[in-house]
């Protein structure tokens, strides 16, 4: 994969989305836990509203989490751009999601003009036992 540059740095990209996201929707959006080259970790604290049947953590919830994990890592690379939107997502839910904490690990796979195409797994404790595995795709103004 051809390297690019670093815009954002932690605390730029958490000052963009807490601009750009409601104050009382951050929240359910996680926690920028860092930022490196091609790659952004973020941090989720169950909410009560993300409870589902069995004690776990909602579909919904996690896909929320993917996305702006997916936003994260391409704003971080492409400056404050407030339109990238996504395109695409296809995600794998490997097995439930305990009332814990979630990490969102988003990893940059293509970077075009137009499009970007970024990886993000979803664990809880071991980055080797998954809940989700999600292919996101960008589009880019």
């Known amino acids: ?10 605390g730029a ?11 009382a929707a951050r929240p359910a959006f996680g926690e920028v836990a860092f930022v490196k080259l091609n790659h952004v970790q973020l941090t989720l604290q ?31 690379h492409i400056g404050p751009v407030a339109m990238a939107v996504t395109h695409s997502m296809n995600v794998a839910f490997l097995r439930a999601c305990r009332w814990r904490t979630v990490v969102a ?18 664990w809880q404790e071991s ?6 595995q999600s292919t996101v795709g960008y589009a880019l103004p």
């Open 13 to 23: 990209l958490v000052a963009f989305l807490d601009g750009a996201f409601p104050a």
């Open 46 to 76: 169950p909410l009560p509203e993300m409870e589902r049947p069995g004690n776990i953590v909602s579909g919904p919830a996690l896909m929320g989490l993917i996305d702006v994990a997916a936003y994260a890592v391409v704003l971080a």
């Open 127 to 132: 980055e080797d036992r998954l809940i989700a």
């Open 1 to 10: 994969m051809t390297e690019h540059k670093l815009l954002l740095d932690k």
């Open 105 to 122: 690990d988003a990893r940059l796979l293509k970077l075009g003009k137009r499009l970007a195409t970024i990886d993000v797994r979803l």
